[in-house]
């Protein structure tokens, strides 16, 4: 199993993440998607963790790239919203029908429920950990479902005509 983490690496929940699987008898891998200020220091954790065959990096990718990413792993990892506050990544993930593990701060409560991915209540390593567990015990066709689920409310909730409407309605309300 492979979880996607797909942000800046600077406190966006990496290291909580790698903790995570350490913990773990059974360590799914990580794809880390990105570049950062905190990127050697991450690295340097997974290397004291023992945790080198697990974790992977990319770095950047770029549009086509970062396509296959998304197409190679199972479910993607959000711990917060990215700088411009946008939660870009999950929806990235549910664009591509991956169901999404989500600390439920910010705009990612309001996004990511037990249809369409797997809400973490606190960015704590050990309640991380607990939600990779309950991904890994669902059945292939539930994770399924769920990201199934997570493409359907991007087509009807975050489709490029509702969200230019949204931003619209904002200018008004502004006026």
Not at 13 to 20: H, N, R, S, T
Not at 53 to 68: A, I, K, M, N, P
Not at 127 to 152: C, F, P
């Amino acid at each position: 199993p492979l979880i996607g983490h797909i942000a800046l690496i600077a406190d966006r929940g990496q290291i909580e993440l790698v903790k995570a699987i350490a913990a773990m008898p059974q360590k799914p891998h990580i794809l880390f998607v990105g570049r950062g200020e905190k990127e050697n220091q991450l690295k340097e954790l997974i290397t004291q963790l023992n945790l080198n065959e697990q974790v992977h990096f990319s770095g950047y990718l770029d549009q086509v790239r970062l396509t296959e990413a998304y197409h190679t792993i199972d479910v993607a990892f959000c711990a917060q919203a990215g700088n411009d506050a946008s939660v870009r990544a999950a929806l990235e993930a549910m664009s591509s029908a991956l169901p999404v593990m989500a600390v439920q701060t910010e705009s990612l409560q309001e996004l990511i429920d037990n249809s369409c991915g797997y809400p973490i209540i606190d960015r704590s390593p050990d309640t991380i950990r607990q939600t990779i567990e309950m991904w890994l015990h669902d059945s292939a066709q539930a994770v399924s479902q769920k990201g199934q689920n997570a493409r359907k409310v991007i087509l009807e909730q975050h489709n490029f005509h509702n969200e230019a409407s949204k931003t619209c309605q904002l200018y008004y309300d502004c006026l």
